[in-house]
């Protein structure tokens, strides 16, 4: 199974605010669907409310430490190890997609494959920073566009080899 983070970030690091994301671009949104269509999510319970409902075409997988919350539509796993194998068994299963937030990011980060990065040319306050990479992982595709003023670059990037 290939694990693969899925983040928007700011040149600051930042990808998120008071609970939701600093931006909402219509070519990310594109790329984000495109990206994660058909394939199990993971995300932590704060994301899942900042988006509100699930995802469709996507079994839903919260990670919560609380044994009462419940969701309509949605798995809920209280650990990574739980996660992954709902994710695992799941239709499309042999990708999973990691949707945040940070604390979720930094649990999956280790385990990662590759990292769907969209990298927006902005430095906004937030309170929740994407961790940092280090000198593991290399770009392997590279695109860019323009929306609402911001320059937007969607990088792939893949672990190196040993």
């Given amino acids: 199974m290939e694990i693969v983070l899925v983040a928007i970030v700011g040149r600051n690091g930042v990808i998120g605010a008071d609970g939701d994301q ?3 671009f219509r070519c ?10 058909g394939h199990p999510v993971i995300m932590g319970r704060r994301t899942f409310a900042a988006i509100g409902r699930p995802l469709p075409q996507r079994t839903n997988i919260i990670l919560s430490r609380d044994p009462a919350f419940v969701a309509e539509g949605v798995e809920v796993a209280a650990d990574a190890e739980t996660a992954l194998a709902r994710a695992q068994a799941a239709a499309g ?13 930094r649990l999956f980060l280790p385990r990662a494959h590759r990292v769907e990065l969209t990298e927006v040319d902005d430095a906004p306050p937030g309170d929740t920073t994407f961790p940092a990479l280090g000198d593991d992982w290399r770009e392997t595709a590279r695109d860019e566009a323009e ?6 670059t969607f990088r792939t990037l893949t672990r190196r080899d040993g």
């Fill in 22 to 24: 600093p931006w909402h």
């Fill in 93 to 105: 299963g042999e990708q999973v997609m990691i949707l945040g937030g940070g604390a979720v990011y």
């Fill in 28 to 37: 990310d949104l594109q790329h984000f669907k495109a990206i994660t269509r």
């Fill in 147 to 152: 929306e609402d003023g911001y320059r937007l």
